[in-house]
């Protein structure tokens, strides 16, 4: 295997392990939040629009990003999958002191506190697709199957977390030790493409 197809394997291995743990996340803060908001259809949809909205504007960075500054971007994933594990490891301990918080907020309230409280790890991971489609196009030169292939990866990945977490992980692991699986897989991901970037480096 060419040095190349391994730095692209590395780059797809880690966007995988990044959509499984996209997923973790959002079904435990979901469930993290309805034990302070309750659960029913309001609160459903605000965790939803929050994690949507916290994505989309995550990309319109990412693309920004990788606008400006094509040569680091991959650095750039690996400090965003950097922040999230950050986040990662303390989401659990802050969503749960921040409960009193949502007692006898209005629905709007709660939805701005929702969305302050997932903005950043949430924008970090809707930035990661267009930096590396950015990448991937400038290595394949088309924008067409670099943004397919590496959608099919992240959505792959997603969904694997969302049928391991919904029907194996919790069986094993209580919600904090699901959020920082999820955790150590952004680590992980981060790692990966760091060593294909020192790879790039020495060649």
């Known amino acids: 295997m060419s040095q190349r197809s391994r730095a692209t394997l590395r780059v797809a291995t880690a966007f995988f ?15 993290l939040l309805f034990v302070v908001i309750g659960v029913d259809i309001e609160s459903v949809t605000i965790v939803v629009s929050t994690f949507m909205l916290g994505l989309g504007l995550g990309a319109l960075l990412g693309g920004a ?19 999230i594990a950050a986040y990662g490891l303390v989401s659990v301990d802050l969503l749960q002191a921040c409960a009193a918080l949502f007692a006898g907020l209005s629905r709007p309230a709660a939805a701005a506190l929702s969305f302050a409280l997932l903005l950043l790890p ?12 950015a990448h991937a196009w ?9 943004t397919g292939t590496l959608y099919f990866i992240n959505t792959l990945g997603a969904a694997t977390g969302a049928l391991a977490i ?23 991901a981060s790692l990966i493409v760091a060593s294909a970037l020192r790879g790039r480096a020495a060649a």
């Open 65 to 83: 990003l990788a606008d400006r500054w094509p040569a680091r971007i991959l650095l750039a994933f690996c400090l965003f999958e950097g922040a």
């Open 122 to 133: 949430t924008v970090c991971m809707g930035a990661t697709l267009p930096m590396l489609v």
């Open 138 to 146: 400038r290595s394949s030169g088309n924008v067409g199957v670099s």
């Open 166 to 188: 919904g029907f194996f992980l919790l069986y094993w692991l209580d919600l904090r030790q699901a959020v920082w699986l999820a955790a150590a897989l952004n680590a992980v």
């Open 17 to 31: 392990l990044s959509g499984f743990a996209a997923l973790v996340y959002q079904l435990a803060w979901q469930r």
